[in-house]
């Protein structure tokens, strides 16, 4: 099983990034996707998640309006769109796959497969 992150960088605040994470070895189709992310210094938070037919999408109250996942499930993929970026969005966001629907942000025992992280900066 693989989940891997990729799209990360550094953007100046008000700008975007696409990032994208490709899943392998396991039933993709079937589960949900989730993106946490921790900031240097604190603990993981909970971002975003997406249903296995991509039909229900929640949101942490902080992204709203700024972020949008999406997912494909003939590639295997999710992304996570990223807009009218700031300084405390910068993190090391992390691709995470359940059964079920979580806002989990306990870490990656917490779910059934869990990336390793793709780098967001924010900064001018």
């Known amino acids: 099983v693989q989940l891997v992150e990729s799209g990360g960088g550094l953007v100046r605040p008000g700008g975007s990034l696409r990032l994208s994470c490709a899943a392998s070895?396991?039933?993709?189709?079937?589960?949900?996707m989730f993106w946490v992310r921790q900031a240097p210094g604190t603990g993981l938070e909970w971002v975003s998640g997406?249903?296995?037919?991509?039909?229900?999408?929640d949101y942490a109250d902080s992204v709203k309006g700024r972020f949008t996942i999406s997912r494909d499930n003939a590639k295997n993929t999710v992304y996570l769109q990223m807009n009218s970026l700031k300084p405390e969005d910068t993190a090391v966001y992390y691709c995470?796959?359940?059964?079920?629907?979580?806002?989990?942000?306990?870490?990656?025992?917490?779910?059934?497969?869990w990336g390793p992280g793709t780098q967001v900066t924010v900064s001018s």
């Open positions: 995470a796959a359940d059964r079920k629907f979580t806002r989990n942000a306990q870490g990656p025992r917490e779910y059934d497969y």
């Open positions: 070895g396991f039933t993709f189709r079937t589960y949900w």
């Open positions: 997406i249903s296995s037919g991509g039909m229900v999408t």
